[in-house]
């Protein structure tokens, strides 16, 4: 374990048991794979749900990039960052706040799709279905976007229908 | 730095927002656009209400507010301004902490309480039309 490989995408040096290449983001090939090796047992606890065990060395552990939330600040990037007990070692946003608020305010059915899109993240975040949780994630995150452009869209197209329609 | 101007200059937006929605009445003006869902099926969705009850929680009339649109008032105001808060404090400070309902009952709660009022809300009973905003067609009443 440990050894390092090549990102498949950018060919940066990574550690074979990362989730992302830490230069490019890349969501590596078979990081849900266990690797057999004379360190590890190979159906050792922690062997089929790499995210089911926190690893054994908080600061070894990888936070993604910040492609969830592009270059808002710095987050504290301490290694428990996002995490409750029991949850996932990496952080993926459910945006469920911003779900609720959309189709709250914006008064779109889209914004169901996304509070239902960003129902499931948590839970496939603790079944250790990371891939899928962050594939729900984005989807959350599009539909409370488009939503949320519509709701801000469709308001000011209706008024300047109503001020072009005044009589001067 | 800009991104922290752009935060503060939205959050002046909001309250210059919140002050055109306290002096002007919502209702029976026909600058403000009827939600789209309504206008083509005549289904209520979660948020209809949602600024009349802005209107009158700012003039102090609970009661009011609360038969606009319950979930308005005790949902989406709380987590408003818990976005609002984590945007003040971004400006102020350049951290942004994420809002975020975390764990699976609070998201199924959420789930449960957003969908399940835009559905109960549009049965047409008794108990149930409380739920419903009202005094939806002030604008052809005052015409």
Redesign the interface.
């Given at each position: 374990m440990n050894q390092p490989g090549n990102c498949p995408k950018c060919g940066a040096t990574v550690r074979s048991d990362s989730v992302f290449c830490t230069v490019c983001g890349h969501t590596l090939q078979g990081f849900s794979r266990p690797q057999p090796g004379p360190s590890q047992p190979p159906n050792g606890p922690s062997g089929q749900t790499p995210f089911g065990q926190p690893p054994p060395d908080p600061t070894q552990m990888y936070v993604p990039p910040s492609h969830h939330a592009p270059n808002w600040s710095q987050p504290p990037r301490s290694p428990g960052f996002g995490q409750a007990p029991g949850f996932a070692p990496v952080a993926v946003k459910n945006y469920l706040v911003e779900s609720i608020l959309v189709t709250v305010f914006c008064c779109m059915p889209l914004g169901v799709a996304a509070i239902i899109f960003a129902a499931q993240v948590d839970s496939q975040l603790r079944s250790g279905n990371y891939a899928q949780a962050l594939d729900s994630s984005n989807k959350a995150k599009t539909f409370a976007t488009i939503s949320f452009v519509l709701g801000i869209l469709a308001p000011c197209c209706y008024l300047g229908l109503v001020a072009s329609s005044l009589p001067f | 730095m800009s991104?922290r101007i752009a935060v503060s200059c939205l959050l002046i937006a909001i309250i210059g927002f919140a002050i055109f929605i306290y002096i002007v009445p919502p209702a029976g003006q026909?600058?403000?656009?009827k939600?789209?869902?309504v206008q083509t099926t005549g289904l209520y969705?979660?948020?209809?209400g949602?600024t009349r009850s802005v209107h009158l929680l700012l003039h102090g009339d609970v009661l009011g507010a609360i038969s606009q649109n319950l979930?308005?008032i005790f949902?989406?105001l709380p987590?408003?301004i818990?976005?609002y808060i984590a945007g003040a404090r971004?400006v102020l400070t350049?951290?942004?902490?994420?809002?975020?309902?975390?764990?699976?009952k609070a998201?199924?709660a959420?789930?449960i309480l957003?969908?399940g009022f835009?559905l109960i809300r549009n049965i047409p009973f008794e108990p149930f039309t409380f739920l419903a905003p009202k005094d939806l067609n002030a604008n052809a009443k005052r015409k």
């Open positions: - | 991104r026909t600058f403000w656009p939600c789209l869902l969705c979660p948020g209809c949602g979930l308005f949902i989406g987590l408003s818990w976005f971004y350049g951290t942004w902490s994420h809002p975020q309902l975390k764990g699976t998201t199924a959420a789930v957003v969908v835009g």
